[in-house]
């Protein structure tokens, strides 16, 4: 895949980002998803909540996060005092990836390979120059692999305050700026103990909203 880079504008604000990632056939899942679904949420935020793809909902809308697993999102930063709209919220993959069996059939969720994730990497690269966040959250294994690298494993890695910039950038660390991994919201939904599965994302939103004071 030639990958995002070359629809990245260079210097741009979030606006200009935006529109220009309309345009982008970085990778192919832009040519069966409705439309490029950026992100939600000011360039001013101190905290960057970093999810897989859009999923059928936000494909739709044209926003991230506005599905079941939005819902659960919503609660959960209610629970630990994240005020959602204060916070910028992207996914790591811009164009929902999903199978159809047949016309007017339900489009279902495929999860994005490490090629697409790097693909797409550049756009959340020049999100997190732009808003350069206190702390970066990834929800869930792809927003982790897109942040870390392939090998990546949220249930080594979830539910630590960890620095950031991450090694091999050990060098570049400001000891102020946060990484924090935990589950994907949707994996609350498909726990088979639901509530301790939401708990348990909770606990690790709330390392989140110490940073944040
Ligand atoms: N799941 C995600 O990872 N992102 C969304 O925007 C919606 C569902
Ligand atoms: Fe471009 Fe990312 Fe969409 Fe692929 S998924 S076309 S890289 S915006």
């Known amino acids: 895949y030639p990958g995002a ?6 210097g741009a604000g979030l606006d200009e980002l935006r529109r220009a990632a309309r345009g982008c056939q970085g990778c192919p899942l832009y040519r069966n998803a409705t439309q490029t679904v950026f992100s939600s949420g000011p360039p001013t935020a101190r905290i960057v909540l970093v999810g897989e793809q859009p999923g059928d909902q936000e494909d739709r809308r044209g926003a991230p996060f506005v599905g079941p697993a939005g819902n659960i999102l919503d609660r959960a930063l209610e629970e630990v005092g994240i005020d959602r709209a204060a916070a910028y919220v992207t996914n ?3 164009h929902f990836k999903f199978r159809q069996d047949g016309p007017g059939a339900r489009r279902i969720h495929q999860t994005p390979d490490q090629r697409e994730i790097t693909a797409c990497r550049p756009w959340l690269a020049a999100e997190l120059a732009i808003v350069d966040p206190d702390i970066i959250v990834a929800l869930g294994a792809t927003a982790g692999r897109a942040l870390f690298g392939p090998d ?13 910039p991450a ?11 946060f990484f924090l991994a935990t589950i994907h919201p949707s994996a609350v939904l498909r726990a088979d103990d639901r509530e301790a599965a939401y708990q348990g994302l909770v606990a690790d939103l ?3 909203a110490e940073v944040l004071g």
């Open 152 to 164: 990546f494993r949220v249930n080594r890695t979830r539910g630590a305050l960890l620095p950031w």
């Open 167 to 177: 090694p091999p950038h050990e060098d570049a660390v400001r000891v102020n700026k």
């Open 92 to 94: 790591a993959v811009k």
């Open 206 to 208: 709330r390392l989140a």
């Open 5 to 10: 880079a070359r629809w990245v504008p260079t």
